[in-house]
C-alpha cells in the first residue's frame, strides 16, 4: 500500500514536472508456445505467450486487439474445460472468485507498464481464462486482470472463437480494453504475457450421488500424428498508434524415438 | 439378351436414372468411439424415416464439421455436415446443414440436403443429430 502511494505520488511529480511521455512505435512481437506434457494422442495443457520490444526506458504502444491463431485438430472443444460459464457482469463485479469453479479454464500473468516522464513503472498482473456465455453464436472466453501499481484496478475483456483456414483449427479474437492510469497519464502497454489452457493448476467439482467430488480436467488431446513442420500458432497484435506486429511459432513434433525408449 | 434390349436398360438405368423423393426426418444417438485431437469417430443407431446405423467423423472446433454414412435396410447413404455450436456448458447445441452425395444400393443415386440439429454432450462426447429434409435417390 505504501508502494503503491508513493510510486502514484512519484508519477504525479514527474507528471506536474512536464517531463515527455515516452512510448516506443512499431515493436516487434515474439510469440511461444508448449505443451505439457508433449505427447501425441495424449492430454494436455497448451502454455502460450508473447512479448513485444521497445527501446530502452521505453514500453510499446498499448495493445487494442489481438488474434490469436491457433493449430488445426487441436481438442480444445473435448478437454472438458469451461463445462460452466461466467457471465461477464459476475466477473466484473466479483472477480473470478465469484464465478462456478468449473468455468476457470486457464490462468496466467501479464507484465505491463507506463512510462511516466521519465521513469518507466511496471508491475505483474494475474490473469484468468473463464468460459463465458457465446456471444452472437460464437464461443466466447473472458479473460480477467487485475492490477494493484501503478493504478488498483481490473479490467475483463472478452475472446471470441472464430473459424481460421487452414493449417489453423481457429482463431481467438481478443479485444484489449485501454485502462487508464492518472490524469494525462498513458494507457497501461502490455510488455509480455504467458497463460495456460489446460488442467494444470485447475479444480473442478462434480456432484456424484449427493457427494461433491474435485478432479482435474481432461485437458486438450493431442491428434495421433503430429502435422507437417509442428503444430503451428500465429498472432497479429494490433496497437492503439494504430501499428501492427506479427508473430508465429510451432511446436516441433516429438521425437518419435523417445516414446520408443520409454 | 438383344443389343435392343441392352440398350433400352442402360437407357433407362445408366442415362435416365428416375429419381424419386423422400421427405425424410431422422434422429441420431452416436456414442463416443474415439477421438484423434479434436476429431471423433462416433457410430450410433438412426430412427425415423431411415432407420439404421450411423457412423460419423467430426471434427469438434470453432465449427463442428464432419461426414458421415448410415447404413439403412436397402443400402448405404453418404454425406458430409457442417454446424456451428450454440450453447455452452456441458450439453453444446449445434445447426447447420447436411448434405447427401450418395451412397450405395437403393440409395446409389442419392443427393440432398437437410437441416442439421442437436446436441452435443462435452463430458461423454455423446451427439443426439437431428436431420429434416428431402433425399432424392
Known sequence: MRGRFLTCLLAAMLLSLGLPVLASAAPTATLSAAFTPEQLGKRTTLHFGFAFSAEPGQVPPPLTQIELRYPNNLGIGISGLGLATCAPATLSELGPKGCPTNSIMGRGEAYTGIVLGVTPIRENAPIWIVRAPNQEGHISVLFYSEGSTPVDTHIEFPGILLPANSPFGGVVSIGIPLVPTLPGAPYISVIHLHATLGPIGVTYYEHVGGVTLAYTPKGILLPSSCPHGGFPFAATFSFLDGSEAKASTAITCPDPRKKKRR | ?137
Request: glycine share 14%; net charge positive; with cysteine.
Open chain 2, 1 to 137: 439378351m438383344s443389343k435392343a434390349l441392352a440398350l433400352l436398360l442402360c437407357t433407362g438405368a445408366c442415362v435416365a436414372h428416375a429419381s424419386q423423393a423422400l421427405k425424410a426426418s431422422d434422429t441420431a444417438h452416436l456414442r463416443y468411439l474415439s477421438a484423434s485431437g479434436s476429431l471423433l469417430l462416433e457410430e450410433g443407431q438412426t430412427s425415423g424415416t431411415l432407420p439404421g446405423r450411423m457412423r460419423a467423423r467430426v471434427n469438434v472446433g470453432a465449427t463442428f464439421t464432419g461426414n458421415f454414412v448410415t447404413y439403412t435396410r436397402y443400402g448405404t447413404i453418404v454425406g458430409h455436415g457442417s454446424a456451428t455450436p450454440h450453447g455452452s456448458g456441458t450439453y453444446e447445441s449445434f445447426s447447420g446443414t447436411l448434405i447427401v452425395t450418395g451412397g450405395s444400393g437403393r440409395y446409389a443415386h442419392a443427393h440432398g440436403k437437410a437441416g442439421l440439429y442437436g446436441t452435443f454432450n462435452r463430458d461423454n462426447y455423446a451427439f443426439v443429430v437431428q436431420t429434416t429434409g428431402t433425399l432424392l435417390y
